[in-house]
Protein backbone atom coordinates (compact mmCIF):
# COMPACT_ATOMS: atom_id res chain seq x y z
CA UNK A 1 0.00 0.00 0.00
CA UNK A 2 2.51 2.55 0.56
CA UNK A 3 6.26 3.78 1.32
CA UNK A 4 6.95 4.53 5.08
CA UNK A 5 10.64 6.30 6.23
CA UNK A 6 11.52 5.28 9.92
CA UNK A 7 14.28 7.37 11.26
CA UNK A 8 15.84 6.19 14.19
CA UNK A 9 17.22 2.77 14.42
CA UNK A 10 17.00 1.96 18.42
CA UNK A 11 15.15 -0.45 20.55
CA UNK A 12 11.76 1.75 19.44
CA UNK A 13 12.58 1.15 15.83
CA UNK A 14 13.69 -1.72 16.22
CA UNK A 15 9.89 -3.20 17.22
CA UNK A 16 8.28 -0.84 14.61
CA UNK A 17 9.96 -1.68 12.16
CA UNK A 18 9.75 -6.07 12.57
CA UNK A 19 5.85 -4.74 13.36
CA UNK A 20 5.74 -3.01 9.92
CA UNK A 21 7.20 -5.72 8.08
CA UNK A 22 4.25 -8.29 10.13
CA UNK A 23 1.66 -5.70 8.50
CA UNK A 24 3.53 -6.09 4.87
CA UNK A 25 -0.24 -5.35 3.27
CA UNK A 26 0.08 -1.71 4.58
CA UNK A 27 3.79 -0.97 4.43
CA UNK A 28 5.02 -2.49 1.44
CA UNK A 29 8.51 -0.51 1.20
CA UNK A 30 10.40 0.55 4.13
CA UNK A 31 13.50 3.05 4.48
CA UNK A 32 15.87 2.93 7.83
CA UNK A 33 17.43 6.14 7.66
CA UNK A 34 19.58 7.12 11.08
CA UNK A 35 23.18 8.20 12.43
CA UNK A 36 24.44 5.38 12.86
CA UNK A 37 23.63 2.85 9.66
CA UNK A 38 25.03 -0.21 11.09
CA UNK A 39 22.36 -0.14 13.49
CA UNK A 40 19.93 -0.11 10.45
CA UNK A 41 21.24 -2.63 8.72
CA UNK A 42 20.96 -5.16 12.03
CA UNK A 43 17.19 -4.01 11.84
CA UNK A 44 17.01 -5.14 7.94
CA UNK A 45 18.66 -8.74 8.16
CA UNK A 46 15.89 -9.98 10.05
CA UNK A 47 12.66 -8.29 7.89
CA UNK A 48 11.89 -10.60 4.74
CA UNK A 49 8.62 -9.85 4.31
CA UNK A 50 8.91 -6.44 2.75
CA UNK A 51 11.48 -4.69 1.06
CA UNK A 52 13.67 -2.12 3.21
CA UNK A 53 16.56 -0.33 2.44
CA UNK A 54 18.69 1.51 5.20
CA UNK A 55 20.73 4.92 4.93
CA UNK A 56 22.86 7.32 6.84
CA UNK A 57 21.44 10.11 8.18
CA UNK A 58 21.92 12.89 10.47
CA UNK A 59 18.43 13.81 11.19
CA UNK A 60 19.61 17.79 12.25
CA UNK A 61 19.75 19.12 8.78
CA UNK A 62 17.34 19.67 7.28
CA UNK A 63 18.56 19.53 3.62
CA UNK A 64 20.16 15.78 4.33
CA UNK A 65 16.83 14.82 4.92
CA UNK A 66 15.05 16.73 2.30
CA UNK A 67 17.50 14.48 -0.14
CA UNK A 68 16.70 11.78 1.62
CA UNK A 69 13.08 12.25 1.27
CA UNK A 70 13.00 12.84 -2.68
CA UNK A 71 15.23 10.28 -3.11
CA UNK A 72 12.71 7.52 -1.59
CA UNK A 73 9.63 9.48 -1.79
CA UNK A 74 7.77 8.32 1.33
CA UNK A 75 4.19 8.48 2.08
CA UNK A 76 5.14 8.83 5.74
CA UNK A 77 7.83 9.70 7.84
CA UNK A 78 7.93 7.93 10.92
CA UNK A 79 10.26 10.17 13.52
CA UNK A 80 12.00 7.41 16.00
CA UNK A 81 15.31 9.51 16.78
CA UNK A 82 15.44 11.52 19.41
CA UNK A 83 13.35 14.31 20.42
CA UNK A 84 15.49 16.95 19.46
CA UNK A 85 15.50 15.88 15.96
CA UNK A 86 11.53 16.66 16.20
CA UNK A 87 11.11 20.24 14.64
CA UNK A 88 13.91 19.60 11.75
CA UNK A 89 12.47 16.00 10.55
CA UNK A 90 9.20 18.76 10.68
CA UNK A 91 10.14 20.92 9.01
CA UNK A 92 11.73 18.72 6.06
CA UNK A 93 8.53 17.30 6.15
CA UNK A 94 6.71 20.59 4.73
CA UNK A 95 10.17 21.23 2.69
CA UNK A 96 8.98 18.17 0.41
CA UNK A 97 5.67 17.72 1.52
CA UNK A 98 5.28 14.40 3.37
CA UNK A 99 3.27 13.79 6.52
CA UNK A 100 4.79 13.05 10.23
CA UNK A 101 4.47 10.71 13.33
CA UNK A 102 6.51 11.07 16.16
CA UNK A 103 6.74 9.59 19.78
CA UNK A 104 7.85 12.24 21.84
CA UNK A 105 7.36 15.71 21.89
CA UNK A 106 10.23 17.88 21.10
CA UNK A 107 13.13 19.35 23.48
CA UNK A 108 15.63 21.41 23.26
CA UNK A 109 19.47 19.86 23.71
CA UNK A 110 20.19 22.34 26.26
CA UNK A 111 16.98 22.79 28.60
CA UNK A 112 14.83 19.70 29.78
CA UNK A 113 11.35 21.01 29.48
CA UNK A 114 8.52 18.71 28.11
CA UNK A 115 5.96 20.94 26.33
CA UNK A 116 4.00 20.57 23.28
CA UNK A 117 4.12 24.56 22.44
CA UNK A 118 6.76 23.76 19.45
CA UNK A 119 5.44 21.61 17.58
CA UNK A 120 2.05 23.09 17.85
CA UNK A 121 3.07 25.85 16.52
CA UNK A 122 3.17 24.35 13.03
CA UNK A 123 -0.62 23.72 13.06
CA UNK A 124 -1.73 26.04 10.37
CA UNK A 125 1.68 25.18 8.16
CA UNK A 126 0.45 21.57 8.21
CA UNK A 127 -2.82 22.46 7.29
CA UNK A 128 -2.06 24.53 3.99
CA UNK A 129 -0.01 22.07 3.12
CA UNK A 130 -2.39 19.47 3.64
CA UNK A 131 -0.38 17.21 5.62
CA UNK A 132 -1.15 15.19 8.93
CA UNK A 133 1.27 15.02 11.71
CA UNK A 134 0.46 12.88 14.35
CA UNK A 135 2.44 13.38 17.99
CA UNK A 136 3.10 10.98 20.58
CA UNK A 137 2.38 7.91 19.35
CA UNK A 138 3.53 5.73 21.70
CA UNK A 139 2.32 4.24 24.77
CA UNK A 140 3.16 7.12 27.33
CA UNK A 141 2.16 9.35 25.87
CA UNK A 142 0.04 7.68 22.60
CA UNK A 143 -1.79 4.69 24.05
CA UNK A 144 -2.91 6.49 27.25
CA UNK A 145 -4.66 9.34 25.08
CA UNK A 146 -5.99 6.82 23.16
CA UNK A 147 -7.55 5.41 26.08
CA UNK A 148 -9.14 8.29 27.57
CA UNK A 149 -10.23 8.87 23.58
CA UNK A 150 -12.07 5.83 24.13
CA UNK A 151 -13.31 6.12 27.58
CA UNK A 152 -14.42 9.72 26.48
CA UNK A 153 -16.69 8.43 23.52
CA UNK A 154 -17.97 5.14 25.13
CA UNK A 155 -17.77 5.74 28.62
CA UNK A 156 -18.21 9.15 30.27
CA UNK A 157 -20.81 12.21 29.45
CA UNK A 158 -17.81 13.88 31.33
CA UNK A 159 -14.20 13.12 32.59
CA UNK A 160 -13.31 14.47 35.63
CA UNK A 161 -10.29 12.83 37.29
CA UNK A 162 -7.91 11.26 35.25
CA UNK A 163 -4.62 8.93 36.43
CA UNK A 164 -2.14 7.69 34.29
CA UNK A 165 -0.25 4.46 35.59
CA UNK A 166 3.10 3.30 34.69
CA UNK A 167 4.47 0.66 36.09
CA UNK A 168 7.59 -1.46 34.72
CA UNK A 169 7.26 -4.77 37.09
CA UNK A 170 9.63 -6.09 35.55
CA UNK A 171 13.98 -7.29 36.04
CA UNK A 172 16.62 -6.83 33.85
CA UNK A 173 19.08 -8.31 36.41
CA UNK A 174 21.48 -5.40 36.36
CA UNK A 175 22.52 -3.23 38.74
CA UNK A 176 21.18 0.11 37.18
CA UNK A 177 19.96 0.48 33.54
CA UNK A 178 17.55 2.23 31.96
CA UNK A 179 14.49 0.94 29.18
CA UNK A 180 14.66 3.74 27.02
CA UNK A 181 17.18 5.92 25.63
CA UNK A 182 19.03 6.97 29.11
CA UNK A 183 19.58 10.36 28.61
CA UNK A 184 16.23 11.04 27.47
CA UNK A 185 14.89 8.86 30.47
CA UNK A 186 17.10 10.49 33.06
CA UNK A 187 16.12 14.19 32.02
CA UNK A 188 12.78 12.95 32.13
CA UNK A 189 12.85 11.99 36.06
CA UNK A 190 14.30 14.36 37.40
CA UNK A 191 12.51 17.32 36.42
CA UNK A 192 10.01 18.60 39.19
CA UNK A 193 7.15 16.65 39.57
CA UNK A 194 3.66 18.54 37.93
CA UNK A 195 0.05 17.65 37.92
CA UNK A 196 -2.85 19.55 36.54
CA UNK A 197 -5.75 20.75 38.62
CA UNK A 198 -8.84 22.87 39.33
CA UNK A 199 -7.18 24.72 36.11
CA UNK A 200 -3.97 25.41 37.43
CA UNK A 201 -0.87 23.31 37.10
CA UNK A 202 0.94 22.25 40.47
CA UNK A 203 4.64 21.48 41.02
CA UNK A 204 6.18 18.98 43.45
CA UNK A 205 9.86 18.52 44.12
CA UNK A 206 10.77 15.60 41.88
CA UNK A 207 9.44 12.18 43.08
CA UNK A 208 8.74 13.74 46.31
CA UNK A 209 4.84 12.78 46.02
CA UNK A 210 4.69 8.54 46.40
CA UNK A 211 1.70 5.84 47.47
CA UNK A 212 1.76 2.77 46.53
CA UNK A 213 -0.54 1.49 43.90
CA UNK A 214 -1.82 -2.00 43.00
CA UNK A 215 -1.47 -3.15 39.59
CA UNK A 216 -3.14 -5.97 37.89
CA UNK A 217 -1.55 -9.38 38.16
CA UNK A 218 1.65 -7.14 39.51
CA UNK A 219 0.75 -6.32 42.66
CA UNK A 220 1.32 -3.37 44.81
CA UNK A 221 4.62 -1.13 43.37
CA UNK A 222 5.27 2.24 44.96
CA UNK A 223 4.22 4.76 42.56
CA UNK A 224 5.61 8.57 41.99
CA UNK A 225 4.40 11.40 40.95
CA UNK A 226 6.05 12.83 37.73
CA UNK A 227 5.13 15.09 35.29
CA UNK A 228 4.61 13.24 31.83
CA UNK A 229 4.06 15.32 28.38
CA UNK A 230 0.51 13.52 27.64
CA UNK A 231 -1.16 15.66 30.52
CA UNK A 232 -0.44 18.79 28.33
CA UNK A 233 -2.51 17.73 25.44
CA UNK A 234 -5.23 15.58 27.43
CA UNK A 235 -6.46 18.84 29.66
CA UNK A 236 -6.97 20.87 26.73
CA UNK A 237 -8.63 18.51 24.81
CA UNK A 238 -10.68 17.25 27.76
CA UNK A 239 -11.89 20.64 29.46
CA UNK A 240 -14.14 18.63 31.78
CA UNK A 241 -11.36 17.40 33.60
CA UNK A 242 -10.70 18.84 37.33
CA UNK A 243 -7.59 16.87 38.04
CA UNK A 244 -4.89 15.11 35.76
CA UNK A 245 -1.84 13.33 37.36
CA UNK A 246 0.68 10.95 36.23
CA UNK A 247 2.20 8.26 38.42
CA UNK A 248 4.97 5.57 37.54
CA UNK A 249 6.94 2.98 39.63
CA UNK A 250 10.45 3.04 40.59
CA UNK A 251 12.49 -0.03 42.74
CA UNK A 252 14.82 1.28 45.57
CA UNK A 253 17.54 0.37 43.91
CA UNK A 254 16.86 2.60 40.93
CA UNK A 255 16.66 5.73 42.74
CA UNK A 256 19.77 5.11 44.91
CA UNK A 257 21.56 5.17 41.93
CA UNK A 258 19.80 8.14 40.10
CA UNK A 259 20.31 9.91 43.38
CA UNK A 260 24.46 9.24 43.27
CA UNK A 261 24.20 10.57 39.72
CA UNK A 262 22.24 13.34 40.54
CA UNK A 263 24.79 14.06 43.85
CA UNK A 264 27.67 13.53 41.19
CA UNK A 265 26.83 15.83 38.59
CA UNK A 266 26.35 12.97 36.12
CA UNK A 267 22.91 14.08 34.62
CA UNK A 268 24.25 17.48 34.08
CA UNK A 269 23.48 18.42 30.27
CA UNK A 270 25.55 21.44 29.72
CA UNK A 271 29.13 20.52 28.26
CA UNK A 272 31.61 20.60 30.61
CA UNK A 273 35.59 20.77 30.11
CA UNK A 274 37.14 17.24 29.97
CA UNK A 275 40.62 16.43 28.74
CA UNK A 276 40.35 19.63 26.45
CA UNK A 277 37.43 18.49 24.65
CA UNK A 278 33.86 19.52 25.40
CA UNK A 279 31.68 16.46 26.56
CA UNK A 280 27.94 16.47 28.26
CA UNK A 281 28.27 14.68 31.53
CA UNK A 282 24.81 12.81 30.56
CA UNK A 283 25.98 11.66 27.24
CA UNK A 284 28.95 10.24 28.48
CA UNK A 285 27.12 8.26 31.03
CA UNK A 286 24.82 7.03 28.18
CA UNK A 287 27.88 5.72 26.41
CA UNK A 288 29.05 3.58 29.79
CA UNK A 289 25.18 2.43 30.17
CA UNK A 290 23.77 -0.49 29.39
CA UNK A 291 22.18 -0.41 25.78
CA UNK A 292 18.60 -0.28 26.73
CA UNK A 293 17.92 -2.12 23.49
CA UNK A 294 20.30 -5.19 24.67
CA UNK A 295 18.06 -5.25 27.73
CA UNK A 296 15.79 -8.15 26.31
CA UNK A 297 17.34 -11.50 26.80
CA UNK A 298 17.08 -11.56 30.53
CA UNK A 299 14.30 -9.26 31.03
CA UNK A 300 11.48 -10.94 33.18
CA UNK A 301 8.30 -9.68 34.52
CA UNK A 302 6.06 -7.32 32.82
CA UNK A 303 4.73 -3.75 32.55
CA UNK A 304 1.33 -3.11 33.45
CA UNK A 305 -0.03 0.69 32.01
CA UNK A 306 -3.36 2.39 31.97
CA UNK A 307 -5.76 5.15 32.37
CA UNK A 308 -7.82 5.48 35.72
CA UNK A 309 -10.76 7.26 34.96
CA UNK A 310 -13.42 9.08 37.47
CA UNK A 311 -16.18 10.97 36.00
CA UNK A 312 -19.93 11.36 35.25
CA UNK A 313 -22.29 8.72 33.18
CA UNK A 314 -26.36 9.68 32.48
CA UNK A 315 -25.48 12.28 35.77
CA UNK A 316 -23.73 9.54 37.74
CA UNK A 317 -20.51 8.92 39.17
CA UNK A 318 -18.72 5.89 37.65
CA UNK A 319 -14.72 4.60 37.51
CA UNK A 320 -12.91 3.28 35.19
CA UNK A 321 -9.95 1.43 34.45
CA UNK A 322 -8.19 0.44 31.11
CA UNK A 323 -5.16 -0.52 31.11
CA UNK A 324 -2.78 -3.09 28.79
CA UNK A 325 0.03 -5.79 30.86
CA UNK A 326 2.86 -6.66 28.47
CA UNK A 327 5.00 -9.27 29.33
CA UNK A 328 8.87 -8.81 28.66
CA UNK A 329 9.84 -12.00 27.64
CA UNK A 330 6.64 -12.23 25.49
CA UNK A 331 8.27 -9.32 23.41
CA UNK A 332 11.34 -10.24 23.49
CA UNK A 333 10.47 -13.57 21.97
CA UNK A 334 8.22 -11.39 19.09
CA UNK A 335 11.11 -9.02 18.52
CA UNK A 336 14.39 -9.35 20.11
CA UNK A 337 13.21 -6.23 22.09
CA UNK A 338 12.21 -5.70 26.07
CA UNK A 339 8.61 -4.55 26.46
CA UNK A 340 8.85 -0.67 26.83
CA UNK A 341 10.07 -0.94 23.80
CA UNK A 342 7.48 -3.11 22.42
CA UNK A 343 4.85 -1.11 23.82
CA UNK A 344 6.33 2.05 22.58
CA UNK A 345 7.24 0.68 19.38
CA UNK A 346 3.69 -1.35 18.55
CA UNK A 347 1.70 1.77 19.02
CA UNK A 348 3.48 3.69 16.30
CA UNK A 349 3.10 1.19 13.87
CA UNK A 350 -0.35 1.01 14.63
CA UNK A 351 -0.57 5.08 14.00
CA UNK A 352 1.55 4.75 10.92
CA UNK A 353 -0.87 1.93 9.73
CA UNK A 354 -4.57 4.11 10.74
CA UNK A 355 -2.31 6.80 8.26
CA UNK A 356 -1.54 4.97 5.80
CA UNK A 357 -5.49 3.07 5.70
CA UNK A 358 -6.43 6.65 5.18
CA UNK A 359 -8.32 6.45 9.14
CA UNK A 360 -6.04 9.10 10.43
CA UNK A 361 -5.33 11.44 8.28
CA UNK A 362 -6.79 15.48 8.55
CA UNK A 363 -4.42 18.23 7.64
CA UNK A 364 -3.01 19.84 10.82
CA UNK A 365 -1.14 18.98 14.28
CA UNK A 366 -2.79 16.52 16.80
CA UNK A 367 -2.56 14.25 19.43
CA UNK A 368 -3.43 10.88 19.03
CA UNK A 369 -6.54 11.37 21.50
CA UNK A 370 -8.19 13.79 18.58
CA UNK A 371 -8.33 10.68 15.98
CA UNK A 372 -10.99 8.43 16.31
CA UNK A 373 -9.89 5.41 19.27
CA UNK A 374 -12.11 2.87 18.04
CA UNK A 375 -9.66 1.08 15.03
CA UNK A 376 -6.87 2.21 16.84
CA UNK A 377 -7.74 0.03 20.03
CA UNK A 378 -8.93 -2.78 17.72
CA UNK A 379 -5.33 -2.67 16.41
CA UNK A 380 -4.03 -3.08 19.46
CA UNK A 381 -5.72 -6.37 20.88
CA UNK A 382 -4.62 -7.58 17.43
CA UNK A 383 -0.99 -6.29 17.64
CA UNK A 384 -0.07 -8.05 20.78
CA UNK A 385 -0.54 -4.99 22.93
CA UNK A 386 -4.27 -6.49 24.23
CA UNK A 387 -6.46 -4.18 26.47
CA UNK A 388 -8.89 -4.80 29.79
CA UNK A 389 -11.50 -2.80 31.20
CA UNK A 390 -12.53 -2.67 34.97
CA UNK A 391 -16.04 -0.52 35.99
CA UNK A 392 -16.71 0.51 38.93
CA UNK A 393 -13.65 -0.45 41.01
CA UNK A 394 -11.56 1.68 43.75
CA UNK A 395 -8.85 3.64 42.06
CA UNK A 396 -6.79 4.05 45.02
CA UNK A 397 -6.28 7.61 43.72
P1 LIG B 1 17.52 4.98 21.21
O1 LIG B 1 18.49 5.93 21.81
O2 LIG B 1 17.67 3.51 21.42
O3 LIG B 1 17.45 5.23 19.62
C1 LIG B 1 17.45 6.49 19.06
C2 LIG B 1 17.94 6.34 17.64
O4 LIG B 1 17.94 7.64 17.03
C3 LIG B 1 19.36 5.80 17.54
O5 LIG B 1 19.43 4.89 16.49
C4 LIG B 1 20.17 7.07 17.23
O6 LIG B 1 21.33 6.87 16.49
C5 LIG B 1 19.19 7.83 16.39
N1 LIG B 1 19.55 9.24 16.34
C6 LIG B 1 19.84 10.05 17.38
N2 LIG B 1 20.20 11.26 16.94
C7 LIG B 1 20.10 11.22 15.59
C8 LIG B 1 20.34 12.16 14.56
N3 LIG B 1 20.74 13.41 14.81
N4 LIG B 1 20.17 11.76 13.27
C9 LIG B 1 19.76 10.51 12.98
N5 LIG B 1 19.52 9.57 13.92
C10 LIG B 1 19.69 9.93 15.22
O7 LIG B 1 16.07 5.45 21.69
P2 LIG B 1 14.74 4.58 21.82
O8 LIG B 1 14.58 3.71 20.63
O9 LIG B 1 14.69 4.00 23.18
O10 LIG B 1 13.64 5.75 21.76
C11 LIG B 1 13.27 6.35 20.53
C12 LIG B 1 12.25 7.46 20.79
O11 LIG B 1 11.10 6.93 21.42
C13 LIG B 1 12.76 8.57 21.71
O12 LIG B 1 12.34 9.81 21.20
C14 LIG B 1 12.07 8.30 23.01
O13 LIG B 1 11.88 9.48 23.77
C15 LIG B 1 10.74 7.76 22.51
N6 LIG B 1 10.02 6.94 23.50
C16 LIG B 1 8.68 7.15 23.65
C17 LIG B 1 7.94 6.41 24.55
C18 LIG B 1 6.46 6.55 24.60
O14 LIG B 1 5.82 5.70 25.23
N7 LIG B 1 5.85 7.52 23.96
C19 LIG B 1 8.58 5.42 25.43
C20 LIG B 1 9.98 5.18 25.14
C21 LIG B 1 10.66 5.96 24.22
P3 LIG B 1 22.67 6.22 17.15
O15 LIG B 1 22.39 4.77 17.11
O16 LIG B 1 23.77 6.65 16.28
O17 LIG B 1 22.76 6.77 18.54
Known sequence: MGKVLVIGAGGVSTVAVKKMAMNADVFTDIMIATRTKEKADKIAEDIKAVNVQTRQVNADHVAELVALFNEFKPDLVVNLALPYQDLSIMDACLAYGVSYLDTANYEPLDEAKYQY?????????????????ILGCGFD????????????????????????????????????????????????????????????????????????????????????????????????????????RF?????????THLRVIQNIGMDRIDPILFNGVEIVPIQFLKAVLPNPGDLG???????????????????????????????????????????????????????????????????????????DPDPFMKELNEQGLPWHELFNVDLEL
Open 117 to 133: SWQWAYKERFEQAGLTA
Open 141 to 244: PGVTGVFTAYADKHHFDEIQYLDIVDCNAGDHHKAFATNFNPEINIREITQRGKYYENGEWKETDPLSVHQPLNYPHVGPKESYLMYHEELESLVKNYPTIKRA
Open 247 to 255: WMTFGQEYL
Open 297 to 371: ENYTGETSIGCRIRGLKAGKEQTYYVYNNCSHEVAYKETGAQAVSYTTGVPAMIGAKLFMKGLWTKPGVWNVEEF
